[in-house]
């Protein structure tokens, strides 16, 4: 008589049960099937590298700019600006 409510009981929630297996599917196969994040470095580790050297150069070459009361836009959009006007 358990098994016949437990059966009964299922069928009234089998849209969730189906949903919550799907789900638990799809986690576990993502999970097994997803690159180590070793490897996943191990791919990029050239854009890594020439990514940290263009940085590096930049502020080796042009420094940091320092901070100046005139808004940094203002001159770029007069330049901008400039043959329209």
């Given at each position: 008589?358990?098994?016949?409510?437990f059966q009964?009981?299922?069928?009234?929630?089998?849209?969730?049960?189906?949903?919550?297996?799907?789900?638990?599917?799809?986690?576990?196969?993502?999970?097994?099937?997803?690159?180590?994040?070793?490897?996943?470095?191990?791919?990029?580790?050239?854009?890594?590298?020439?990514?940290?050297?263009?940085?590096?150069?930049?502020?080796?070459?042009?420094?940091?700019?320092?901070?100046?009361?005139?808004?940094?836009?203002?001159?770029?959009?007069?330049?901008?600006a400039g043959?329209?006007?």
């Amino acid at each position: 008589m358990e098994v016949q409510a437990f059966q009964t009981r299922v069928m009234e929630y089998k849209f969730h049960v189906m949903v919550a297996i799907t789900v638990s599917v799809i986690s576990a196969s993502l999970v097994y099937a997803a690159p180590r994040i070793l490897d996943i470095l191990a791919y990029f580790w050239p854009l890594f590298a020439s990514t940290a050297a263009f940085l590096a150069m930049a502020i080796t070459f042009g420094g940091f700019q320092q901070l100046s009361d005139e808004a940094t836009a203002d001159g770029l959009m007069d330049y901008v600006a400039g043959g329209f006007s």
